[in-house]
T-cell receptor
């Protein structure tokens, strides 16, 4: 079974530029999560999708971050414009359902904002 | 906000030693999970504990959930270099339709050969 795929793996941009990350969850998984992991900290949930609907985006900085999962499969997370403090690893995870106790994480995208 | 505090933050030991890392909170969780994360990879689930006082063993790893479901510990016996990584605990809230995880900052373990 293929795992969660993310791309790109690394991205370096200058502040005020835009960036987008892509995630392909495990086939058949209805729930998709985006996390932000700043160096030295644990992952922080940014947004959770159930199929193509948003379940929780309470910690998403909506003035600059946006995410979509139009067809209930792949998802894209965008930052526009980026700030220095956005430097982090962005992790995508999926689970079979919203109540499933196992989330499967992708390898992450490491973003550096200069 | 439910906060999880992990200790120690860093741990460097020799192969063959035993160690325990802790995860503490003032909040009650419906369940608690432990993950290991290696450099350049996402976290991988090791175990989920649900019942207060529950003990689970995974080879040389022993996980315990506190009686009040506010804290947990991970004990590793005879650590190996392959155990090196970031150990994260994560608590789940009320569950139901939204299984939201709150992660601690992690314990970075280095096992030296």
């Amino acid at each position: 079974e293929a795992g969660v795929a993310q791309s790109p793996r690394y991205k370096i941009i200058e502040k005020r530029q835009s960036v987008a990350f892509w995630c392909n969850p495990i086939s058949g998984h209805a729930t998709l999560y985006w996390y932000q992991q700043i160096l030295g900290q644990g992952p922080k949930l940014l947004i959770q999708f159930q199929n193509n609907g948003v379940v929780d985006d309470s910690q998403l900085p909506k003035d600059r971050f946006s995410a979509e999962r139009l067809k209930g499969v792949d998802s894209t997370l965008k930052i526009q414009p980026a700030k220095l403090e956005d430097s982090a690893v962005y992790l995508c995870a999926s689970s079979s359902t919203a109540g499933a106790d196992t989330q499967y994480f992708g390898p992450g995208t490491r973003l550096t904002v200069l | 906000t439910q906060l999880l505090e992990q200790s120690p933050q860093f741990l460097s030991i020799q192969e063959g030693e035993n160690l325990t890392v802790y995860c503490n909170s003032s909040s009650v969780f419906s369940s608690l999970q432990w993950y290991r994360q290696e450099p350049g990879e996402g976290p991988v689930l090791l175990v989920t504990v649900v019942t207060g006082g529950e003990v689970k063993k995974l080879k040389r790893l022993t996980f315990q959930f506190g009686d009040a479901r506010k804290d947990s510990s991970l004990h590793i016996t005879a650590a190996q270099p392959g155990d090196t990584g970031l150990y994260l605990c994560a608590g789940a809230g009320s569950g139901g339709s939204n299984y939201k995880l709150t992660f601690g900052k992690g314990t970075l373990l280095t096992v030296n050969p």
